[in-house]
C-alpha cells in the first residue's frame, strides 16, 4: 500500500517536470540529477506549481514532509536494491524535495553515484550525509570509506598528496565504523574489498580474519581474487 502511494505521487510530479533538463546537462533528465542540479525550481512557473501541488498532497497523506521524505527515501532504496537506479535517483530527489535536511537522502544519491562510477561526487554525498547526522549504523560509514577510497584510486590527476589526504580520510571513516557499527560483518568485509583495491595484500587478509574472527563468511568470489593477486596467510 505504501508503495502504491507513493508511485502515485511521484508519478503526478514526474508528469509536469521530469523531463526538464538542467541547462549544464541538457543530455541528463533533471531528475537524474542530485538535488535536481541545484536548479532554482521556483523560477520555473510549471515545475513550482507541481512541486506545490506534491508537497501539498504528500503531506495530507504522510501528515509532514519529513516522515513522507522518510517513506520516498525508503522506497528508493528498494528501488536501488533491485539496480533500478533511473527510479531510484528521481525518487531520492523527490524525497530531498520533501526534505532537503534528510540525511538519507545524501546516502541515497551516494549510493546511486557510486553505482554510476561517480566516486568522488558519492563521497561528497556521503560527507553531507555525515554533516546532516545520518545513524553511524547501518554500514553507512563502511560504506562512506569505501567510497572515499575509490575515489582516491579512480580519479588518476589527484597530485599524490591529495590522493593520500583522500586515503587517510577513508581510514578514517572505516576506523570510526569498527567502533560504532555492531555489524562488524560488514565493516570488516567491505574494508578487505577497499584494501584489495588499493593493492594493500595483506591487510586485506587481516580484514578478512577479523570478519571470519566476528562469525562472518567472506565472498568466495572476493577470496578467489585475493588469492590470485596475494597467497593466504598461513595463521599460526
Known amino acids: 500500500m505504501r508503495e502504491t502511494r507513493i508511485v502515485a505521487f511521484a508519478l503526478s510530479l514526474c508528469l509536469a517536470g521530469c523531463l526538464s533538463v538542467a541547462p549544464s546537462q541538457r543530455d541528463t533528465p533533471i531528475d537524474q540529477v542530485p538535488m535536481y542540479g541545484s536548479m532554482n525550481r521556483s523560477a520555473y512557473p510549471d515545475l513550482k506549481a507541481a512541486d506545490d501541488s506534491f508537497i ?28 533500478d537506479l533511473a527510479r ?20 541515497g544519491f551516494a549510493s546511486v553515484l557510486h553505482d554510476r562510477g561517480d566516486y568522488c561526487q558519492a563521497a561528497t554525498m556521503m560527507d553531507r550525509a555525515i554533516e546532516l547526522g545520518v545513524s553511524p549504523v547501518k554500514g553507512f560509514l563502511a560504506d562512506a570509506g569505501f567510497i572515499t577510497s575509490r575515489c582516491a584510486l579512480a580519479n588518476t590527476t589527484l597530485p599524490p598528496a591529495e590522493r593520500k589526504r583522500i586515503l587517510d580520510r577513508s581510514e578514517e571513516l572505516f576506523a570510526r565504523s569498527e567502533r560504532e557499527d555492531p555489524n ?21 587478509w587481516q580484514m578478512v580474519a577479523k570478519q571470519r574472527n566476528v562469525g562472518g563468511k567472506p565472498d568466495e568470489k572476493f577470496l578467489s581474487i585475493l588469492r590470485s593477486r596475494f597467497p593466504e596467510p598461513v595463521l599460526k
Not at 56 to 83: I, P, W
Not at 88 to 107: D, E, G, I, K, T
Not at 184 to 203: F, I, L, P
Request: hydrophobic share 35%; net charge positive.
Open 184 to 204: 562488524k560483518t560488514y565493516v570488516y568485509g567491505t574494508w578487505a574489498k577497499a584494501y584489495r583495491d588499493q593493492e594493500r595484500y595483506s591487510e586485506a
Open 56 to 83: 501539498e498532497s504528500v503531506m495530507r497523506e504522510f501528515g509532514s514532509r519529513e516522515k513522507a521524505s522518510d517513506n520516498f527515501a525508503n522506497y528508493a532504496f528498494d528501488l536501488y536494491r533491485k539496480d
Open 88 to 107: 531510484a535517483m528521481a525518487r531520492f530527489n523527490q524525497a530531498w524535495l520533501l526534505n532537503p535536511s534528510n540525511p538519507q537522502v545524501f546516502w
